[in-house]
């Protein structure tokens, strides 16, 4: 079972940019699907991006759609999430999450493995 491991999060200026990584400490993600998830204070956890590692083919969420990049480093094992004009709403704990498919998944239950979270705050 992968083993995920978040990092990249911190505090921006609003119209800054971040990126994200997340690390298998433990397996690959050959043959998974990979997601980034987020969640807001009252709020509950939304799909931000996903990624299929095999094949490469990508999904976003409306609200992230030409601002956030979710890519790929086959070499390294490392998935990342670029975030380029960040919003003050896009303040929230960031996850990355895997699960066992050929596809990109885009819903929260789908995945069985989550990280632990990493903090982005967007400053206005």
């Known amino acids: 079972q992968v083993q995920l491991v978040e990092s990249g999060g911190g505090l921006v200026q609003a119209g800054g940019s971040l990126r994200l990584s997340c690390a298998a400490s433990?397996?690959?993600?050959?043959?998974?699907?990979l997601g980034w998830f987020r969640q807001a204070p009252g709020k509950e956890r939304e799909f931000v991006a996903g990624?299929?590692?095999?094949?490469?083919?990508?999904d976003y969420a409306d609200s992230v759609k030409g601002r956030f990049t979710i890519s790929r480093d086959n070499a390294k094992n490392m998935v990342y999430l670029q975030m380029n004009s960040l919003k003050p709403e896009d303040t929230a704990v960031y996850y990355c999450?895997?699960?066992?498919?050929?596809?990109?998944?885009?819903?929260?239950?789908?995945?069985?493995?989550w990280g632990q979270g990493t903090q982005v705050t967007v400053a206005s």
């Open positions: 990624i299929n590692w095999n094949y490469g083919s990508t």
């Open positions: 433990k397996g690959t993600f050959s043959f998974h699907a």
């Open positions: 999450a895997a699960a066992r498919s050929v596809m990109v998944l885009p819903r929260r239950d789908e995945y069985g493995n």
